[in-house]
């Protein structure tokens, strides 16, 4: 590993823009850094591929990655993937059949240049990590390792989409944010037919929420790109990277149960970042840890990292606040957690957990109540300062609940807790959520899991399966896995509800189901996990010098409040703008949403987003505002949207529209 502890590395040199030809025409574009001894010593290379503009949009975060990496040895490219940035071509939806087939062929692209030794890497965060994931299943000879950062491997069930079949809200929100990404233009880097290439994009620019409205069982369509069910066709090693913060940290653990012999895994405490800008804290330094991983498969004399599967921030009770620099806890390391828990069980006992089952009870009814779910926090997945859960407390109230004793010894939950129910018959099907909760001795509540099941569905979440059978009916609810110390003398609270809005779009039917009999089943850590043996680098500032700087912007702000009957909980990004000095441009961005509902009528359900970006540059300023609304009727969703870009404050498009999916499910 390197011992460059600030960072600088060796010189190097940077090409603003490049294009890589597709084999049916399309150009991507991309930016390359290159060792400066570079092409007469050809070196390893590694790419970043996503559609967040090369150009200015994450532009400052590409600036911490790729130069330091350049400066120990590797070539770098961000991709811009086609449709977006200032690569050329259409993006229809997410992971289409090109995007998958482009990254191959970038692959193919870069090992044939004279600066490339033949050998490969590919790394990302969100869509970039679940890009690497997808070019891994049967991989090309160059390509060698792949790291994933907040990446998803289960597209339906660990993304922003759905939970358990359930509809979040988020869908919304990317909903209207993707198309504003899209339809901004081009940089002149492009051509000087920019304008055009503007032009046609706008002209095919498509609205994919509908389609993932439409698609409410997993199906083939969310299977499409979900590596975990191709999980043995996974073929280079993968160090999986995620955050406890994160709506994506399940696939670490996942991934490493479904292929111990290819993926190593870090789970810290943060949200949706590279975890050198990792918060909640403690952060570290990621561009050391992806170093020591290139230069383990990449480089001469290479070894296969000596770690273990696991280096997890095992997290404990945190006073429940809107944000927090540093959580509770410590890290540990670990194998796969089947290798070392024992499961432990909780039968449901009147309104206790209990580790003895005891005579069958009368049954519980799950209340309907739409107030469950407000102290959840962020209705975004990306782990936005300013959004994390609050004191449980109310929304356990409104609950029905079950928990343990005091507890006379630590606990510590490791990998995924499930919930078994036994369900009466004869119900409409509607939605449960579950959330695990730590109360602390003086009755605070803080959020630990959560979980939800959309019970019109079958045990594959498949496909339809109501109405429930007369006869009653068992399910298993999973949860995400966790790192979790239950301190001695908490207690594990577990609360069911039929709805958690405004996380997730409420089910049609205003009830909850019948519970006739239940179960909770937790992987209980033996003993004491050791702390690290192998240390994770320190965070770092980089780069040392800075060509941006940001234009601050306060947290999220949220707010709660009641009009004219309905409940109204509405957050807001403020608006942010990043300054290049390098090309002269600025780009800004804000996010805002608003989610209301009568609280006896889930069928009153609205939801608002408004999402919007600014790009400022020396040949002028663009806008670009997408806003979006959704409600729903006990049959289809009722969705609308309008979008509009101006250009140096003239309107250049717009566009209307609307969709009525079919509400087939829940």
């Given at each position: 590993?390197?011992?460059?502890?600030d960072?600088r590395g060796?010189?190097?040199?940077?090409?603003?823009?490049?294009?890589?030809p597709m084999?049916?025409g399309?150009?991507?574009?991309?930016r390359l850094w290159l060792?400066?001894a570079?092409?007469h010593?050809?070196?390893?290379a590694?790419?970043?591929y996503i559609?967040?503009r090369?150009a200015?949009?994450?532009?400052?975060?590409?600036?911490?990655?790729?130069?330091f990496?350049?400066g120990?040895?590797?070539?770098?490219?961000?991709?811009d993937?086609?449709?977006?940035?200032?690569s050329e071509?259409?993006?229809?939806?997410?992971?289409?059949e090109a995007?998958l087939?482009?990254?191959r062929h970038?692959?193919?692209w870069?090992?044939?240049?004279p600066?490339?030794?033949g050998?490969?890497?590919?790394?990302?965060?969100?869509?970039g990590?679940t890009?690497?994931?997808q070019?891994?299943?049967?991989?090309?000879e160059a390509?060698?390792?792949?790291?994933?950062?907040?990446?998803?491997?289960d597209?339906?069930e660990?993304?922003?989409?759905h939970?358990g079949?359930?509809?979040?809200?988020?869908?919304?929100e990317w909903?209207?944010t993707?198309?504003?990404?899209l339809?901004?233009p081009p940089?002149?880097c492009?051509?000087?037919d920019?304008?055009?290439l503007?032009q046609r994009?706008?002209?095919t620019?498509?609205?994919?929420?509908?389609a993932?409205?439409?698609?409410e069982?997993?199906?083939?369509?969310?299977?499409?790109g979900?590596?975990?069910h191709r999980?043995?066709?996974l073929?280079r090693?993968?160090l999986a990277?995620?955050?406890w913060?994160?709506r994506?940290?399940?696939?670490?653990?996942?991934?490493v149960?479904?292929?111990p012999?290819?993926v190593?895994?870090?789970?810290?405490?943060?949200?949706?970042h590279y975890?050198?800008?990792?918060?909640p804290?403690p952060a570290i330094?990621f561009q050391?840890?992806?170093?020591d991983w290139?230069?383990?498969?990449?480089?001469?004399?290479?070894a296969?990292?000596?770690?273990?599967?696991?280096r997890?921030?095992l997290r404990?009770?945190?006073p429940?606040a809107?944000?927090l620099t540093?959580?509770n806890g410590?890290?540990i390391e670990?194998?796969?957690p089947k290798?070392c828990?024992?499961p432990?069980?909780y039968?449901l006992?009147?309104?206790?957990l209990a580790?003895?089952?005891?005579?069958p009870?009368?049954?519980?009814?799950?209340?309907f109540?739409?107030?469950?779910?407000?102290?959840?926090?962020?209705?975004?997945?990306?782990?936005?300062?300013g959004?994390?859960?609050?004191?449980?407390r109310?929304?356990?109230?409104?609950?029905l609940?079950f928990?343990t004793?005091?507890?006379?010894?630590d606990?510590?939950?490791?990998?995924?807790?499930?919930?078994?129910?036994?369900?009466?018959g004869?119900?409409p099907?509607?939605q449960?959520?579950?959330?695990l909760?730590d109360v602390a001795?003086?009755g605070?509540?803080?959020s630990v899991?959560l979980t939800l099941r959309?019970?019109?569905l079958?045990?594959?979440?498949?496909?339809?399966a109501?109405p429930?059978?007369?006869?009653g009916?068992?399910?298993?609810?999973?949860?995400?896995?966790?790192?979790?110390r239950?301190r001695?003398?908490?207690?594990l609270r577990l609360?069911?509800?039929s709805?958690?809005?405004?996380?997730?779009?409420?089910?049609t039917v205003?009830a909850?189901p019948?519970i006739?009999?239940g179960?909770?089943t937790?992987?209980?850590?033996?003993?004491d996990?050791?702390?690290?043996?192998?240390?994770?680098p320190v965070?770092?500032?980089?780069?040392?010098v800075?060509?941006?700087?940001?234009?601050?912007?306060?947290?999220l702000?949220?707010?709660?409040?009641e009009?004219d009957?309905?409940?109204?909980h509405?957050?807001?990004?403020?608006?942010?703008e990043?300054?290049y000095r390098e090309?002269?441009?600025a780009f800004g961005f804000e996010?805002?949403?608003e989610?209301r509902?009568?609280p006896?009528?889930?069928v009153?359900a609205?939801t608002r987003v408004r999402h919007?970006q600014?790009y400022?540059?020396?040949d002028?300023?663009?806008e670009i505002?997408?806003?979006?609304?959704a409600?729903?009727?006990?049959?289809?969703?009722?969705?609308?949207?309008?979008?509009?870009v101006?250009?140096?404050?003239?309107?250049?498009?717009?566009r209307e529209?609307?969709?009525?999916p079919a509400r087939?499910?829940?």
């Amino acid at each position: 590993m390197s011992e460059d502890r600030d960072g600088r590395g060796g010189a190097v040199q940077v090409r603003e823009h490049l294009w890589i030809p597709m084999p049916d025409g399309v150009r991507l574009a991309a930016r390359l850094w290159l060792p400066a001894a570079a092409p007469h010593a050809p070196v390893p290379a590694l790419f970043e591929y996503i559609p967040y503009r090369k150009a200015d949009m994450v532009r400052a975060r590409d600036e911490r990655n790729h130069p330091f990496l350049a400066g120990h040895g590797y070539a770098c490219l961000r991709v811009d993937m086609r449709g977006s940035g200032d690569s050329e071509g259409h993006m229809p939806d997410m992971y289409s059949e090109a995007e998958l087939a482009d990254a191959r062929h970038v692959i193919a692209w870069i090992a044939a240049q004279p600066w490339c030794d033949g050998q490969v890497g590919m790394f990302g965060t969100s869509w970039g990590g679940t890009a690497a994931l997808q070019a891994n299943i049967d991989a090309p000879e160059a390509l060698k390792a792949v790291i994933a950062v907040c990446a998803t491997h289960d597209r339906y069930e660990d993304d922003i989409h759905h939970i358990g079949g359930c509809v979040l809200t988020d869908t919304f929100e990317w909903g209207a944010t993707l198309p504003v990404i899209l339809a901004a233009p081009p940089t002149p880097c492009a051509g000087d037919d920019w304008h055009a290439l503007w032009q046609r994009r706008l002209d095919t620019l498509t609205f994919p929420v509908e389609a993932w409205l439409r698609e409410e069982g997993r199906g083939s369509y969310w299977r499409h790109g979900s590596v975990i069910h191709r999980a043995e066709r996974l073929s280079r090693p993968v160090l999986a990277v995620g955050g406890w913060t994160d709506r994506y940290a399940n696939s670490v653990m996942s991934l490493v149960a479904a292929r111990p012999d290819l993926v190593w895994g870090v789970v810290g405490p943060w949200g949706h970042h590279y975890p050198d800008h990792g918060n909640p804290g403690p952060a570290i330094g990621f561009q050391h840890l992806a170093l020591d991983w290139w230069d383990r498969w990449m480089k001469p004399g290479k070894a296969k990292p000596d770690w273990p599967r696991l280096r997890v921030w095992l997290r404990e009770f945190d006073p429940p606040a809107d944000s927090l620099t540093v959580r509770n806890g410590r890290w540990i390391e670990t194998d796969a957690p089947k290798t070392c828990t024992t499961p432990r069980v909780y039968h449901l006992n009147g309104d206790a957990l209990a580790t003895e089952a005891s005579a069958p009870a009368t049954g519980w009814e799950v209340p309907f109540d739409l107030g469950v779910g407000r102290a959840l926090g962020d209705t975004g997945y990306f782990g936005r300062e300013g959004g994390l859960p609050l004191d449980q407390r109310d929304d356990d109230s409104r609950a029905l609940t079950f928990e343990t004793a005091p507890f006379e010894h630590d606990v510590i939950l490791y990998g995924a807790a499930s919930v078994r129910l036994g369900l009466d018959g004869g119900q409409p099907a509607g939605q449960v959520a579950l959330r695990l909760n730590d109360v602390a001795p003086d009755g605070t509540s803080a959020s630990v899991g959560l979980t939800l099941r959309n019970l019109a569905l079958d045990d594959d979440l498949d496909a339809p399966a109501r109405p429930l059978p007369a006869t009653g009916r068992s399910v298993e609810i999973p949860f995400p896995t966790a790192a979790y110390r239950f301190r001695t003398g908490h207690r594990l609270r577990l609360a069911v509800s039929s709805s958690c809005w405004p996380l997730v779009w409420p089910a049609t039917v205003p009830a909850g189901p019948r519970i006739l009999r239940g179960a909770l089943t937790l992987p209980i850590y033996r003993g004491d996990p050791p702390d690290l043996r192998h240390p994770l680098p320190v965070a770092l500032d980089l780069p040392p010098v800075k060509s941006h700087e940001t234009l601050a912007a306060p947290p999220l702000e949220r707010s709660q409040a009641e009009e004219d009957g309905a409940w109204v909980h509405a957050w807001a990004q403020p608006f942010t703008e990043l300054h290049y000095r390098e090309t002269r441009t600025a780009f800004g961005f804000e996010t805002s949403a608003e989610h209301r509902v009568l609280p006896q009528d889930p069928v009153s359900a609205a939801t608002r987003v408004r999402h919007r970006q600014r790009y400022r540059r020396p040949d002028g300023t663009a806008e670009i505002e997408c806003v979006l609304t959704a409600r729903t009727d006990a049959s289809a969703y009722q969705v609308t949207g309008r979008l509009t870009v101006t250009w140096d404050g003239e309107a250049r498009f717009s566009r209307e529209w609307a969709v009525s999916p079919a509400r087939l499910l829940g």
